[in-house]
């Protein structure tokens, strides 16, 4: 059995999330989340708010409260605030999940970051800007570095894309509704500037998807519903997945 000492904070948000979706939080442990170097990941569960914790990745007291944090959010989204899950085929196999998931999260991610730094947690952890400037780093060694660099990350070519591309929505995200102070938003600035000119294929795919993201109010379930949609039909990935609500939003 799994036992944690959180704080008073990360408590009282759980508990919030609790009482408002009537959804109990549950942990459990793994270290392959689908992407490496991350410390929880949430899992859709009619019932239940499901965290897997990588009981393999050391990290910082706080910023392992935040990742809790951010990733009970994603449930509290799909179950108090109607934002689209996915139901697969039977047919699909479990790679092609990961990478629709994924499309899905970097959307809901902007939003998450907004509403834990709305109770108190930081948009980001720690290691998030370093990595950034990791990041620019290995750009501007070229595509093919870059490649092999979020491979590390990522199990196969295509989810690898996916990365990529999720990591400059999120990067857009931070810059457009955050406000940042100076030396970081000048820093993710960059990134952003260093992604499109040194991988422009990538830079060609996420410039649609941003263009779609600015049409929809994604910050509520039917405009994420509808952004997440166009999005995996651009993308040329609507095949075997319908998106489903559990939650009818309140207008």
């Not at 109990?24 to 914790?53: D, M």
């Not at 799909?78 to 790679?95: M, P, Q, W, Y």
């Not at 509704?177 to 500037?193: C, G, Q, V, W």
């Not at 910050?219 to 995996?232: M, S």
Request: glycine residues 6%; negative net charge.
């Amino acid at each position: 059995m799994l036992e944690f000492n959180f704080s008073d904070k990360l408590n009282g948000y759980l508990d919030k999330i609790q009482r408002e979706t009537g959804r109990e939080i549950k942990f459990l442990e793994s270290s392959n989340l689908g992407i490496g170097g991350i410390t929880a990941a949430y899992r859709y569960h009619p019932q239940y708010i499901l965290i897997i914790l990588n009981n393999k990745y050391a990290r910082s007291p706080e910023d392992v409260e935040r990742s809790i944090a951010h990733e009970a959010t994603h449930g509290y989204l799909i179950h108090k605030l109607g934002f689209c899950r996915t139901e697969f085929s039977e047919n699909v196999d479990d790679a092609y999940k990961r990478d629709v998931q994924l499309v899905l999260t970097m959307v809901e991610d902007i939003v998450v970051n907004r509403i834990i730094s709305e109770n108190s947690f930081p948009p980001f952890g720690h290691e998030y800007l370093p990595m950034v400037k990791e990041e620019i780093r290995i750009a501007q060694l070229g595509e093919k570095t870059g490649e092999e660099f979020y491979h590390k990350f990522a199990e196969n070519p295509h989810l690898e894309a996916l990365l990529m591309i999720s990591r400059y929505i999120i990067a857009w995200g931070f810059l457009k509704f955050y406000l940042l102070n100076e030396e970081d938003e000048k820093l993710i600035r960059k990134f952003t500037a260093i992604f499109r000119e040194y991988y422009p294929d990538y830079y060609t795919f996420t410039v649609k998807i941003v263009e779609i993201l600015e049409k929809k109010d994604f910050f509520h379930g039917t405009g994420e519903c509808e952004a997440a949609k166009d999005i995996l039909k651009y993308l040329k990935m609507d095949y075997g997945v319908k998106l489903v609500k559990n939650y009818e939003e309140r207008t």
